[in-house]
Nanobody, 122 residues
Framework: QVQLVESGGGLVQAGGSLRLSCTAS????????MAWFRQAPGKERKFVSA?????YYADSVKGRFTISRDNANNTVYLQMNSLKPEDTAVYCC??????????????????WGQGTQVTVSS
């Protein structure tokens, strides 16, 4: 059984930065795809970024967010810069063993964390 635990969320002013972390336990994850999704109140879950052999970003965060991973510590990070109020959401990390629907689809992921709240004030 895999457990994913996120941390690093919080309240920040527009233009500020946050770094989210997601640590996996229960399985060595170096060969698996990892992703971040976010969900704002009343809205559907949306893809933010993924890392496999390469990195992938939603257009809305490209150039502002950076995903990276530390396989030795089973941790994936999301560095978020130049934050905007529209980035406010619960951010969840996900692990995909063999993503069948592409890295931006939530259906490609087998395990999910509980999420961490990110609030950006204007």
């Amino acid at each position: 059984q895999v457990q994913l635990v996120e941390s690093g969320g919080g309240l920040v002013q527009a233009g500020g930065s946050l770094r989210l972390s997601c640590t996996a336990s229960g399985r060595t994850f170096s060969t698996y795809a990892m992703a971040w999704f976010r969900q704002a109140p009343g809205k559907e879950r949306k893809f933010v970024s993924a890392i496999s052999r390469s990195t992938y970003y939603a257009d809305s965060v490209k150039g502002r967010f950076t995903i990276s991973r530390d396989n030795a510590n089973n941790t994936v990070y999301l560095q978020m810069n130049s934050l905007k109020p529209e980035d406010t959401a619960v951010y969840c990390c996900a692990l995909g063993i063999s993503p069948p629907y592409g890295l931006s689809s939530p259906y490609s992921y087998d395990y999910w964390g509980q999420g961490t709240q990110v609030t950006v004030s204007s």
